[in-house]
């Protein structure tokens, strides 16, 4: 079964489908909606979300995992949720069971350049046209 979902239309090679193999079983993607992804740093929301996907966790998780975005991304987590998923954002999974993988591909607002001057980032072997760096 695979579950296919866009919260607007693509437009071909805008789409970050092309970045993804045929055969995954989920992928949910939003264009422009960071309104959308918003209510998502409420805490009690993040813990419902867990709750519901079978991850249970506490106040002191998600309280945690925003200092680790503050600490790492250098910017509040609202900040960093318009800055990296505000333009385009698709998650990407091998299905909707707990124990299954998911990746989260993004197409950050502005330029990526001036985010890995501003990031510690390390450079990765990289293969062909794709950069990679550790955060």
């Given at each position: 079964m695979?579950?296919?979902?866009?919260?607007?239309?693509?437009?071909g090679?805008?789409?970050?489908?092309?970045?993804?193999?045929?055969?995954?079983?989920l992928?949910?993607?939003?264009e422009?909606?960071?309104?959308?992804?918003?209510?998502?740093?409420?805490?009690?929301?993040?813990?419902?979300?867990?709750e519901?996907?079978?991850?249970?966790?506490?106040?002191?998780?998600?309280?945690?995992?925003?200092?680790?975005?503050?600490?790492?991304?250098?910017?509040?987590?609202?900040?960093?949720?318009?800055?990296?998923?505000g333009?385009?954002?698709?998650?990407?999974?091998?299905?909707?069971?707990?124990?299954?993988?998911?990746v989260?591909?993004?197409?950050?607002?502005?330029d990526?350049?001036?985010?890995?001057?501003?990031?510690?980032?390390?450079?990765?072997?990289?293969?062909?046209?794709?950069?990679?760096?550790?955060?």
């Amino acid at each position: 079964m695979a579950f296919l979902a866009s919260a607007s239309v693509s437009h071909g090679a805008d789409s970050l489908a092309v970045h993804v193999p045929a055969d995954v079983r989920l992928f949910v993607e939003l264009e422009n909606a960071p309104d959308l992804l918003l209510p998502l740093l409420d805490p009690e929301a993040w813990l419902t979300l867990t709750e519901l996907l079978g991850q249970p966790a506490r106040r002191a998780d998600a309280d945690r995992w925003a200092r680790q975005v503050q600490e790492t991304l250098q910017m509040p987590p609202d900040e960093a949720l318009r800055t990296l998923f505000g333009r385009r954002v698709a998650l990407v999974g091998t299905g909707l069971q707990p124990d299954e993988e998911a990746v989260v591909l993004c197409r950050p607002a502005g330029d990526p350049a001036e985010l890995l001057r501003r990031w510690p980032v390390r450079p990765l072997p990289s293969t062909g046209q794709t950069s990679v760096f550790r955060l």
